[in-house]
C-alpha cells in the first residue's frame, strides 16, 4: 500500500510539473516583440542580404524586408535580443537604419 501511495504522489506531481511548463512555454511564445525599421535599402540585392543574413541573429523569429517602403520589419524574442542589437546587425550588413516606423502593434511612446 506505501509502494502505491509512493508511485501515486510521484505521478501527481510529474503530471503537475509537465502542466506547468507547457503553460510557461505558452506565455513566453506570446511575449514576442515586433519592430519596423526604416533603412537605406536601394535594390533587390540589397534586400535580399537582410533577408539572408539578419535570420541568423540570437533572437530573431520572423522578418519580412519591403523594398518600396525600405523598411524591415522583425519579429524577436526580447529575453535573447533588443532592437538596438538589431539594428546593429542591419548596420553591420551595411545598410544604416534611419530610424523606427510605429505600426499598429506599436502604440507611440508618450
Given amino acids: 500500500m506505501a509502494n502505491y501511495l509512493k508511485i501515486t504522489l510521484l505521478a501527481t506531481l510529474f503530471a503537475f510539473f509537465a502542466i506547468s511548463v507547457t503553460a510557461k ?35 530573431v523569429k520572423d522578418l519580412k524586408v519591403t523594398l518600396a517602403d525600405k523598411t524591415v520589419w522583425v519579429k524577436y524574442s526580447p529575453k535573447k535580443t533588443t532592437k538596438e542589437q538589431l539594428a546593429a546587425a542591419i548596420n553591420k550588413l551595411g545598410y544604416q537604419v534611419l530610424g523606427e516606423k510605429q505600426t499598429e502593434e506599436q502604440p507611440a511612446v508618450e
Wanted: with cysteine; charged share 45%.
Fill in 25 to 59: 512555454d505558452k506565455k513566453e511564445k506570446a511575449k514576442d516583440a515586433e519592430v519596423t525599421f526604416v533603412v537605406e535599402i536601394d535594390c533587390e540585392n540589397c534586400a535580399n542580404k537582410v533577408r539572408e543574413n539578419l535570420p541568423f541573429e540570437k533572437g
